[in-house]
């Protein structure tokens, strides 16, 4: 199958690791893929401001990416959710669908609710199956244990149909168990929604979370905006939580990457700002 | 925060269903029991002293301009906890946003970081342009010194741009 790849905001203009690890290995896995293009941001940052305005962008996400016919994979958590809102509000709105569909006419753009979209790890679960990733392991994270951290979006809420359980979502924590890791699995908020309007609180949420994790090899994300609260501003959340010591951040697929072979530069560890050497050298690579 | 109103009129209510529905998303204040579930798990609750329950009580009580007038309804991370906890369908992570939206709309001022990913979207169709990164090794990194293509935003920018005006400023 050929896949049609979105990344979002976040991780194309910021996040670089993640979009660099999440193409790298899917060409080691064999997934075929290209970049959409003509997309845009699915708008759910910007809800606060006008909730028309995010329903807008979403469609248009969507009208645009249902014009390739292929299936389409997000690694965004907030992208994911979004378009299974907006696309369950939609199906049931015709007077919202219609208002839509006259904006997005004005580009020769039509959304019809046909679009098939994946998150990566849903992808990877799903689509590309556990024996697969299995048997493409080359170096086991046996004796490692890391904390999961699947991100609020990607199980709640539940009522607009979310890819794993709203209670113990077990999707990530498989996908670690996979090469050879232990996993404990952690529910909380990374705090990026409130660290637009309070740095602060923002931040000690991250930090927190960070402190939570003090005890295993490191923390597993698989959204941008975990990414940039507890990886970028690792330093800034740690000082304000009052938090000394080295907690590895890293996405599911840089981890994975290393496990199936690939070299730390291939996974892009060199822009994660948390202490991911701590985890090079227990690997000895 | 508990108000001293006991019944809203009956033009009060309409008018308070009318702005609650400027959207259709199900949100259902009048179904709380105020059993307090949402806000036993609120992220935020000890942080901010957010307590959604009061909030979602102070909604059906017709306080909502006091809502708008205080800082509350932007003391919500949107982590949808209370939203699965609520045994009554309330969706109290929707009446924030609600909160927000109208307030925007009555002329309410709009918080710098929104303002900023707002006008970026406008310009490039992101919520940010492509930044530069400094890499562990002290190197500065870019989409293309990273060999990832150049971004894919919208190709008709100016009719982008005008249905974004148009969607944004709804029911304003």
Known sequence: MEYILYPGCLSSTDQYQYELSVVNVLKSLNVDFSYAENVNCCGLPLRSINSYGWVYLSARLMSVMESYGKPCILLCNWCHASLSYVKKLLNNNE??????????????????????????????????????????????????????????????????????????????????????????????????????????????????????????????????????????????????????????????????????????????????????????????? | MWADVTVLSEKASVELVRRLNYFPSNVNVFACLQCGKCTSGCTVMVLMENFPHKVVDMVRLGLVPELLKSDVIWACTQCQKCRDACPQKVNPSEVFIVLRNISIIGGGSVPDTYTSMLSKVLEYGFIQDAIEIVGSDGLTYDRLKLGLSQLNGPKDMDTFQANCMDAFQRGA
């Open chain 1, 95 to 285: 007077a919202l669908m219609s208002w839509v569909n006259d904006l997005l006419a004005r580009e020769g753009l039509r959304y019809k609710g046909d679009l098939k979209f994946k998150h990566i790890i849903q992808l990877l679960c799903e689509d590309i199956g556990f024996e697969m990733l299995r048997s493409s392991v080359k170096r086991e994270f046996k004796g490692f244990k890391f904390s999961v951290h699947p991100g609020c979006l990607y199980f709640r809420p539940n009522d607009i149909g979310r890819p794993d359980d709203s209670h113990e979502p077990r999707m990530l924590m498989d996908l670690v168990k996979v090469l050879g890791a232990d996993a404990e699995l952690c529910l909380d908020c990374c705090g990026w929604a409130i660290y637009n309007t309070n740095t602060s609180t923002g931040l000690t949420l991250a930090g927190n979370r960070i402190k939570l994790a003090s005890k295993t090899d490191g923390i597993v994300i698989s959204c941008p905006h975990g990414g940039i609260m507890m990886d970028k501003n690792y330093e800034e959340a740690c000082k304000v939580s009052g938090f000394k010591g080295d907690v590895p951040v890293l996405y599911y697929t840089q981890l994975l990457g290393l496990a199936i072979g690939l070299s730390p530069r291939e996974v892009a560890l060199n822009l994660n700002k948390s202490p991911v050497n701590v985890l090079t050298c227990k690997l000895g690579i």
